[in-house]
């Protein structure tokens, strides 16, 4: 494992969370009573 | 020229000139008069402020820019519901160009109220006379050149669902608003004492107020102002009019001894009524229709249940028989020719072999697993959006609102409990249309009980694993017990946390129809396709930190020694009990929380053994991958087919079982026995609900109280049932 190696596992783990947390706090709509604004039925 | 041809979308940056409000009656027709006239180009959002469904498409048609707004449906425009007030407002603050008001031909009377409603506002309006095939099959004669002269607007008769008499409409409701002072309305005239009174009023208002002529329509402002309309009184700015308004409706009240709002109603349903009669006629001996004799049984005290729980059955046996196998298929490409793509892709871009792992016993195995049941949510979808079309799923709630009431539960909550099934979402913030907010409250702390559809591939993996030939049985079985518990949990409410009487619940029961396909096929995918969404997302996020919770520490040998085995193993004894006291049944239920398909996702990077190496041997060409998929397709095509005409179940499945498939169902097969499988299949189904429906929680009611209480009460009831089922299974000896 290089330093290489590291960056891309935070990149990686970085981003992961990051889709997490706009999944969730930003609520993209992601149900068929959601919208793409956020607002939810 | 068809319609859908000579209109082209419009960029989103052209203004739009010529603004269409379409309004109507629930059940005229609306939906389906917008999906075709504007398709895919509907965008859908939420009126400002409000969490009513707006639906909006811009397009342009014979060289005119035309943007259409599709009001949310009503009975009338007083500002009782959300619904009415957001109708109200766009039409009085906007002042469209043009509205087309859809009326339902085979109701005429009552639709007609709304109709003499929205001529007060003064704006053009074209009336399309929608569902006239029907009124046609059923005898009813219109006189639609009556009708016009009556209304001084343009009737059109429109068959929505075949497209029928869209062009036309288009054409007069361009007409109208090109020329609004020829299409003017006519003024229908409400008697001699409510006409001096407005009119005695406006003259008062104007003068004291003139900047209001340009603003609201007088005679409109006046009749608002008599029926003492808070809302109108505060948005014209018109606070402290109100002696002069009783001054106005003074006599009115005198003279009729009823209230002034009583009174403007009974003067509409009065023109409403006479112009029914004028413009109709029907045939002297009512012929029975379809509807009236499917209701006579669907609706009987004693089949009405019996019949909602079999046509459930066979929704949940066609689901799984249709899409089963294209589920196998998905699953067959996914394991194989997918990842083996995958591999070789990120050997090409020298990615090291923890990146291998990560993309194939992660994200692949991750994501695919709970992929691969798109076919069975969007069949899922298909037929529950088909009986929603249909008129059934009204007579549903009809049904189970006399068996709910009659247990002192409010009858109008099954509505969005029925919502539910799809999503439970959205069915948390339907619980607005309740006036009542303990029922409000109530309602939605029993709606996760509702198994949605994101439960759905936990049920399928399982079932295919243990229950193939009952598959559409056991299916419907955990729909059952979800809604059996919901009642019960519900009467226990009411008797603890919120007691009180339930009001009345009316509801109207549209007729049986035959859903469009264009209209199925839309609300199939508005559906279905939040699920396709979180697999991009919250799965996919889910599926790497997964990963990588299976791997550390690094270079960790088992999986039951990661960080996720070790939290796993520490939680595992609690499930023990109930039947699946393993770390790797733990570890997913605890990932299940953020979603409940994430648990199939979870099971799949956990249960599914390394794929980082490449298989022995050589493999297969591009081109035979490619011929093998197309070659599998067709088969579950076929096999799909046949299976909906076998009364032995699902064959493709019985046959992988044979044939002895790898793969996480087969582990699954091998780590739980059927009893604990359900057990597990009932636990996913009431333990808490996923973080969005506590998101929902917290955004309707303000407050995290209403999420906690939902958090701890299913806990424990899924524990417990859970616990029953394998504790009482093994009891009585069964499926051990």
């Known amino acids: 494992m290089g330093i290489v190696d590291y960056v891309l596992i935070g990149l990686i783990v970085g981003g992961a969370f990051y ?23 | 020229m068809t319609l859908q041809n000579s209109v082209r979308p419009l960029p989103a940056t052209e203004p739009a000139p010529l603004r269409i409000a379409v309004a109507g009656n629930p059940n005229s027709g609306k939906s389906t008069l917008i999906n075709s006239l504007a398709g895919t180009r509907l965008h859908v959002g939420n009126w400002p402020g409000v969490t009513v469904e707006k639906r909006e498409a811009s397009f342009e048609r014979r060289g005119e820019r035309i943007a259409l707004v599709d009001l949310p449906g009503t009975y009338s425009l007083s500002p009782y519901t959300q619904e009415e007030v957001v109708a109200r407002d766009y039409l009085v603050e906007e002042r469209p160009d043009v509205i087309i008001d859809v009326v339902d031909a085979t109701n005429l009377e009552r639709n007609l109220y709304l109709t003499v409603q929205l001529l007060e506002l003064e704006i053009p309006v074209v009336v399309a006379l929608n569902i006239h095939d029907e009124a046609e099959r059923m005898g009813y004669r219109i006189d639609v050149t009556a009708m016009e002269r009556a209304l001084g607007v343009r009737i059109v008769p429109t068959v929505a669902t075949k497209g029928s008499g869209l062009e036309a409409l288009l054409d007069a409701a361009t007409a109208a608003a090109g020329d609004p002072s020829r299409h003017r309305p006519r003024r229908l005239h409400y008697g001699g004492d409510i006409e001096a009174a407005a009119e005695a009023l406006m003259t008062e208002v104007l003068r004291g107020h003139p900047d209001l002529a340009g603003k609201y329509p007088g005679r409109w402002l006046a009749f608002k102002l008599l029926e003492g309309d808070r809302r109108v009184i505060d948005e014209a700015g018109l606070q402290g009019i109100e002696p002069l308004v009783a001054r106005a409706a003074e006599h009115l009240i005198s003279a009729h001894g009823e209230d002034v709002e009583s009174l403007m109603a009974d003067a509409r349903y009065a023109r409403a009524t006479g112009l029914t009669r004028e413009v109709l006629t029907k045939p002297d001996v009512r012929k029975i229709e379809l509807t009236e004799k499917i209701d006579r049984i669907a609706l009987n005290r004693f089949l009405g249940i019996p019949l909602f729980l079999a046509a459930m059955w066979l929704v949940f046996k066609l689901t799984f028989d249709v899409s089963a196998p294209f589920a196998d298929w998905l699953g067959t490409v996914t394991a194989g020719p997918f990842t083996r793509w995958t591999r070789v892709l990120v050997g090409l871009v020298r990615g090291p072999d923890w990146l291998i792992s990560l993309v194939t016993e992660g994200v692949i195995a991750g994501v695919g697993s709970v992929l691969v049941f798109v076919p069975v949510i969007f069949a899922m979808m298909f037929f529950i959006t088909f009986l929603e079309g249909s008129g059934y799923m009204a007579r549903a709630a009809f049904v189970m609102d006399r068996a709910m009431h009659s247990m002192g539960l409010h009858g109008k909550s099954f509505i969005p409990m029925l919502l539910g099934f799809g999503c439970n979402v959205p069915a948390i913030y339907a619980t607005r249309t309740l006036e009542n907010p303990r029922d409000k409250a109530l309602t939605a702390l029993l709606i996760p009980l509702m198994s949605c559809g994101a439960r759905l591939p936990v049920y399928i993996l399982f079932v295919a694993a243990f229950f193939p030939s009952r598959s559409g049985t056991v299916l419907w079985s955990l729909y059952v017990l979800g809604i059996v518990l919901a009642v019960l949990m519900g009467i226990l409410f009411k008797r603890t946390l919120f007691r009180g009487d339930s009001p009345m619940f009316i509801m109207e029961l549209p007729p049986y129809r035959m859903p469009s396909g264009k209209s199925l096929a839309i609300h199939t995918w508005e559906k279905g396709k939040h699920f396709l969404i979180k697999a991009g997302t919250y799965i996919l996020a889910v599926s790497v930190l997964v990963w990588f919770l299976l791997n550390l520490p690094w270079g960790v040998e088992q999986k039951k020694d990661s960080y996720m085995g070790t939290v796993g193993q520490a939680i595992a004894p609690v499930f023990k009990p109930l039947g699946f006291g393993t770390w790797e049944a733990a570890s997913s239920l605890v990932a299940g929380v953020i979603a409940k398909e994430i648990v199939v996702g979870t099971m799949g990077e956990i249960y599914v053994p390394g794929k980082a190496e490449a298989p022995a041997g050589p493999a ?27 009364t032995a179940g699902i064959k493709s499945l019985q046959a992988e079982e044979d044939e002895g498939t790898t793969g996480l169902r087969s582990v699954v097969s091998k780590t739980f026995t059927p009893l604990s499988a359900y057990a597990f299949m009932a636990f996913v189904l009431l333990y808490m609900p996923c973080i969005v429906a506590a998101a929902a929680f917290k955004h309707e009611f303000g407050t995290w109280k209403w999420f906690g209480v939902a958090f701890i009460y299913q806990t424990i009831l899924a524990w417990s049932v859970a616990l029953l089922i394998y504790q009482g299974g093994t009891i009585l000896g069964i499926g051990g």
């Open chain 1, 19 to 41: 889709l997490l947390y706009r999944s969730l706090r930003k609520k993209k709509g992601y149900c068929h009573g959601c919208t793409p604004s956020g607002k939810c039925k």
């Open chain 2, 620 to 646: 297969p060409s591009l081109s035979e991958d490619l011929r093998e998929i197309g070659t599998s397709f067709a088969e579950a095509g076929k096999n799909a087919f046949t299976n909906v005409f076998s």
